[in-house]
């Protein structure tokens, strides 16, 4: 019989969700303005776009909701956020 092996933590750099979230929020703000200049898609494609830059504000409020509360130590907060 062996012990399950300890999994180690992943780097910070690799959990950390700032890269993505930046990444996303440049390409929906390039995709509303090449939308928006040429008026590429449709007629949604705009709706589209300004939606997708407004989730990833919500996304963005609730990560940073998330990191005051782990800092000042709320119950419910998520674990693992430094």
Same mark, same amino acid.
Request: a negative charge; charged letters at 20%; hydrophobic letters at 50%.
């Given at each position: 019989?062996?012990?399950?092996?300890?999994?180690?933590?992943?780097?910070? %750099?690799?959990?950390?969700?700032?890269? $993505?979230? !930046? !990444?996303?929020?440049?390409?929906?703000?390039?995709?509303?303005?090449? $939308? %928006? !200049?040429?008026?590429?898609?449709?007629?949604?494609?705009?709706?589209?776009?300004?939606?997708?830059? %407004?989730?990833?504000?919500?996304?963005?409020?609730?990560?940073? $909701?998330?990191? %005051? #509360? !782990?800092?000042?130590?709320?119950?419910?907060?998520?674990? #693992?956020?430094?």
């Amino acid at each position: 019989m062996s012990a399950t092996p300890e999994i180690p933590e992943l780097p910070r %750099a690799l959990r950390a969700p700032e890269p $993505v979230i !930046v !990444v996303g929020m440049v390409a929906w703000v390039v995709a509303t303005v090449l $939308v %928006a !200049v040429t008026d590429l898609g449709g007629d949604r494609a705009l709706q589209i776009c300004l939606v997708g830059l %407004a989730v990833g504000l919500l996304g963005t409020t609730i990560v940073l $909701v998330q990191r %005051a #509360g !782990v800092r000042r130590g709320d119950r419910g907060a998520q674990e #693992g956020l430094d």
